[in-house]
C-alpha cells in the first residue's frame, strides 16, 4: 500500500519533525551539498548520497510530487530517511524563458490531439533540481511518522489528554537540541529573520529547513523563548507572548518579504510532531501541509478563545487524526478511548 501514490499520506512538509540531523542539497549547484549540524558526538559532517540504498518506500504522495524512502548509507550503519520532492517553478518571466524556453531545454512530445499537446521537459541543469531531505541516522519514531497509515479521529477531552496524551508526551525521547541550538545561536542563524530576546514574551522566527526559497511557498517558524509543551499548556497568561509573536512576526515579515499579515496563514498544530510550542508563519496562496481541519489551529482564534475564556484549553475538546500502529494510536486503544473496525477487533483476514 505504501508504494502507491497516496493523496491522503502522512503529512511530511510541516516542518514539524526536525531531526537531529540535516542535510539539504544547494539549490544553486546540485555538486554542493550543505550540512546543518548540532553539536552531539555523533554529527554527522558528510554523507554520500548516491551509496544510498533503497529498502522500501514509505509513501508516494502524487498531488504533492513527492516520495519518502527508508533505506541504509553503504558506509554508514543505521536506517536513514530520504525525502524527494518537486520544488516550486519561478515566478519572473525572465527566469522562466531563460530556464525552461531558450533553446537549451529538451522537449519530448508524446500526446497530440487536435489544439491540445503533451511533451516531456527537461530543463536546464540549474533548473531540474529536486528538493531533497535527509533524515540520519533516522529513529523507529522517524519512520513511523513518514510511512502511509491508516488514519483515525480522536475526540481528545482533558481528562482525557491527562489521562493518555500527557504521559505519552512525557515518554517522548525525540531530542529538541536543533530547537536550542537556534535559540542559543549555535545553528542556522543565516536562517533567522527576527529575534525578540525577552525570556517570557520573546521569540526567535526562522525560516522553514525544507523553505525552496520561492516566495510563493514562504514558511516560518516562530520559536519563543519561553518553554511550552503545546496548545493545551496555553492560558491567558500567554497572551502577551502570542501577540507579540502575531504582531511583530507579521511586521518582521511585511519587511523582509513583502507580504502582509492579510496574506499570511498563522497557526498551531495540535497534535505536533514535537513538543515546543511554536508557531507556523506561511504564505496564504501555498496550500502547505497540515493546514486543515483536525491538525491546525489559527493564532487569531487562540488569542481569542483565550480572551473570552482564560483556561480554555483545559475545558476544550480538541479533535485530531492518529495513525494507525503509532505510539499514540496504541494508548488511546488500550485506554479504551478508539473506535476501531470490526473486521480490527475480530482480527478479520
Known amino acids: 500500500m505504501a508504494e502507491k501514490c497516496a493523496n491522503d499520506g502522512v503529512d511530511v512538509n510541516d516542518g514539524d519533525c526536525l531531526p537531529a540531523k540535516k542535510v539539504k542539497l544547494n539549490d544553486v549547484d546540485a555538486t554542493e551539498s550543505t550540512v546543518e549540524k548540532d553539536t552531539s558526538e555523533n554529527d554527522v559532517t558528510e554523507l554520500n548520497l548516491s551509496n544510498f540504498k533503497v529498502t522500501r518506500i514509505l509513501q508516494n504522495n502524487c498531488v504533492r510530487k513527492l516520495i519518502c524512502m527508508e533505506g541504509t548509507f553503504e558506509d554508514r550503519e543505521g536506517s536513514a530517511i530520504v525525502l524527494l520532492e518537486q520544488k516550486s517553478f519561478p515566478q519572473d518571466k525572465l527566469t522562466l524563458e531563460k ?9 519530448r512530445k508524446y500526446f497530440t490531439n487536435d489544439i491540445y499537446r503533451n511533451y516531456d521537459c527537461f530543463p536546464t541543469e540549474e533548473h531540474n533540481s529536486i528538493q531533497t531531505s535527509v533524515i540520519y541516522p533516522a529513529t523507529q519514531t522517524h519512520i513511523d511518522k513518514y510511512t502511509r497509515q491508516e488514519l483515525y479521529m480522536i475526540d481528545e477531552t482533558y481528562e482525557l489528554y491527562q489521562k493518555v496524551t500527557l504521559p505519552y508526551i512525557e515518554s517522548k525521547s525525540l531530542s529538541l537540541e536543533w530547537i536550542t541550538n537556534i535559540l542559543e545561536h549555535k545553528a542556522e542563524q543565516e536562517s533567522i529573520i527576527y529575534e525578540d530576546s525577552d525570556k517570557n514574551n520573546g521569540f526567535v522566527l526562522v525560516t522553514d529547513f ?28 500567554h497572551l502577551p507572548l502570542l501577540r507579540n509573536i502575531r504582531d511583530a ?6 519587511k523582509k518579504f513583502n507580504i502582509p499579515a492579510s496574506q499570511l496563514r498563522i497557526y498551531f498544530h495540535y497534535q505536533p510532531s514535537y513538543y515546543y510550542l511554536h508557531v507556523h508563519f506561511c504564505y496564504l496562496m501555498f496550500e502547505a501541509p497540515g493546514i486543515y481541519v483536525a491538525k491546525a489551529h489559527l493564532l487569531s482564534t487562540v488569542i481569542s478563545n483565550l480572551e473570552l475564556m482564560s483556561d480554555y484549553y483545559t475545558k476544550a ?9 503509532s505510539p499514540l494510536y496504541e494508548k488511546f486503544k488500550s485506554h479504551g478511548a478508539l473506535e476501531t473496525s470490526t473486521c480490527e477487533t475480530l482480527d478479520c483476514k
Not at 210 to 237: G, H, Y
Not at 249 to 254: R, V
Not at 317 to 325: E, G, M, N
Open 317 to 325: 475538546v480538541l479533535s485530531y487524526i492518529v495513525f494507525k500502529d
Open 99 to 107: 530556464g525552461f524556453f531558450d533553446g537549451r531545454t529538451l522537449f
Open 249 to 254: 512576526g507579521t511586521t518582521a515579515i511585511s
Open 210 to 237: 525544507k523553505w525552496d526559497k520561492q516566495l510563493d511557498s514562504l514558511k516560518l517558524l516562530a520559536l519563543p523563548f519561553q518553554k511550552i509543551r503545546s496548545l493545551r499548556e496555553l492560558n491567558a497568561s
